[in-house]
């Protein structure tokens, strides 16, 4: 299995792509195994010349920054980095479409995978939680020594693979999405009911002649004009 993380920069409030700007990832045998290889990349932005405000906090961006390798290079380093290896894994779901995103953008070949695996989600079916759980408190639930820095492609691939040792097997699939039943047309929402127009019953100098009124009912609605008052009957 391989575990991989992305870091990557892109504009706020644009439908724009994310730039990855580093790969890291590791190769276990089975889920908690031991870590069998490791791979990182540091790569240099150039669809976008000015990093976002989340990519400028990450520890070592300049490292990105500073390094001369594009990404078709990284690219291809790390599928042939990861060989025969047909099955993926990593904390967040998105970082799969951002990756084929940049290798098309590139024109280079997606990465076929037989399964992929999102591991906050079946860490989370584990425990049974209602909510996300971020990596950084799943590995402090899992009382893994806070060695490496977070936010950091390759340590995020390798915590990401320690804690595989605390998820279920059977959690791993992500389990079917049940249709939600379709709402039932309000039988009244189908009725039509004619345009009725507004009665007007005059106008009258005073308000005590309205209510004094012979034709006055208790849905008449009052209406001050100037010096005047009308009744409009709503019916």
Known sequence: M???????????????????????????????GPIMDCFTGYIKPVIYQKLSRIAKRLPDVALSMDSEVMFPDAYRAFVDWC????????WVSQDPGVLAKNAEHWEL??????????????????????RQISLETAASYCQLPAVFSFHNALY???????????????????????????KRKSFFSTLEYPVRPRYKAGIFPTREKVMNGKKHDPFTVLSVRNDSVSAVGIR
């Open 156 to 182: 995020d691939a390798m915590y990401a693979a320690l804690v595989t040792g605390w998820i279920e097997p059977a959690a791993l699939p992500t389990p079917p999405k049940h249709k939600k039943p379709q």
């Open 109 to 130: 070949p997606t990465i076929t995978a037989t399964e992929f695996y999102d591991l906050q989600a079946a860490f989370c079916r584990t425990l049974d939680a209602d």
């Open 83 to 90: 060989a025969e290896s047909t099955v993926f894994a990593s």
């Open 2 to 32: 391989i575990v991989f993380d992305l870091e990557w920069t892109q504009p706020f409030g644009q439908d724009s792509m994310e730039e990855i700007i580093k790969i890291g990832a590791v190769k276990i045998g089975e889920l908690g």
